[in-house]
């Protein structure tokens, strides 16, 4: 761990500072939510895949914007409502949407019936249009599950500047699962779950803690 020196150390710092309370009532609000309905979690996903290619913070207000009509509205009127509301890809976003609709009802049961979150995370990767490995992730992060980060340009420059991993220039998956494997060797050495880390890491990059 010699090389991640000054990351570990301003980690460290961060775990030291206000900021830590911070991210400690975020991950207690995730837990929360993937203790809820059903429904509430199926948005959620709705908003992981909002976020793919785009703006976390954008995706939150259209989130908000839309709520229960994630589920009700035609591909056609959410299509709309996306355009509307600013969305950088409102047709292929309604269309997955409206094509993951029909696990609305079941997505908590589905969850629950995993023991392993990786056959979980792989699960979604392979059923849910428009969910890759880092929405998978983000998904399962923001409904309570600490195996994971979000591995996004935020973070993939956060790690090239400290010298961690060469920014790539298309994230393959086996590119996303090594530098998933360097991630998780520091959580361990810091003493974070990858979920907690991943929102220091954030922080470190943006100034900002969002979901």
């Not at 979980?120 to 849910?128: E, G, Q």
């Not at 779950?193 to 954030?202: G, Q, S």
Request: glycine content about 4%.
């Amino acid at each position: 761990m010699e090389y991640y020196r000054e990351l570990i150390r301003s980690i460290e710092e961060l775990k030291r500072s206000p900021i830590r309370r911070i991210v400690e009532k975020r991950i207690s609000e995730f837990r929360e939510l993937g203790r809820g309905e059903s429904k509430e979690i199926f948005k959620e996903l709705c908003f992981c895949i909002l976020c793919a290619n785009y703006s976390a913070e954008r995706a939150i207000k259209i989130q908000k914007r839309i709520d229960d009509d994630f589920i009700t509205l035609s591909c056609e009127e959410l299509a709309e409502k996306l355009r509307e509301a600013g969305h950088r890809f409102p047709n292929s976003r309604a269309r997955y949407i409206v094509s993951a609709r029909k696990y609305h009802e079941s997505i908590k049961e589905i969850i629950e019936s995993f023991d392993d979150p990786y056959r979980l995370r792989r699960w979604l990767v392979k059923n849910i249009l428009g969910i890759g490995l880092k929405e998978a992730s983000h998904f399962l992060r923001n409904i309570g599950f600490t195996d994971f980060a979000i591995i996004d340009f935020h973070i993939l420059n956060l790690l090239d500047k400290y010298g961690v991993a060469e920014k790539p220039k298309t994230l393959t998956e086996l590119r996303y699962l090594r530098i998933e494997e360097k991630l998780r060797e520091i959580s361990r050495y810091v003493g974070l779950n990858m979920a907690e880390l991943d929102l220091y890491l954030w922080f470190m990059e943006t100034g900002k803690i969002l979901k």
